[in-house]
C-alpha cells in the first residue's frame, strides 16, 4: 500500500525514509543482483537499476500518496550449445546455460538415441 504523508513531512526525503524503508530496502536487493551479474563469467554487458517516486496529490492537498518502485534490467545469460558426436554419428545437440553441468556427457549413447 502507498504511503500517504503530509506536505510538511517531505523534508527530509532520502531513499531510507521514504515508504518507512522500503525503497532502500529494495535499492539494495537489485544492487546485490547488479553484484552476482558483474562477477558471473558468463554475462557480460550494462546494468541499470531505476528508482521511481510518484508524488499524487490527495483531495484535500494536505496529503500526498507516495508510490515507488525500484527495478533493474540485466544482461542475459550466455547460453553454451553442446553437441555430443560419438564415431561421426550425432548423438546430443542441445543448449545449456551451463556446459560445465555435472554428468553432462554421463549418457550412454542407447540412451540419447531413445534406444
Not at 1 to 26: D, Y
Not at 88 to 98: H, I, K, N, Q, V
Request: with cysteine; glycine share 6%; charged share 25%.
Amino acid at each position: 500500500m502507498p504511503e500517504q504523508v503530509t506536505l510538511t513531512t517531505l523534508v527530509p526525503l532520502t531513499l531510507s525514509t521514504v515508504s518507512g524503508g522500503h525503497v532502500e530496502r529494495q535499492f539494495q536487493e537489485e544492487l546485490a543482483r547488479v553484484r552476482e551479474v558483474l562477477t558471473d563469467p558468463k554475462r557480460s554487458g550494462a546494468c541499470r537499476v531505476t528508482i521511481s517516486l510518484d508524488f499524487v496529490p490527495e483531495d484535500s492537498a494536505s496529503f500526498v500518496r507516495v508510490l515507488s518502485t525500484v527495478s533493474s534490467k540485466l544482461p542475459p545469460q550466455k547460453l553454451a550449445r553442446v553437441v555430443t558426436i560419438h564415431n561421426g554419428e550425432l548423438m546430443e545437440d542441445r543448449t545449456s546455460p551451463d556446459a560445465r553441468q555435472p554428468g553432462l556427457f554421463a549418457m550412454s549413447a542407447e540412451e540419447v538415441r531413445g534406444e
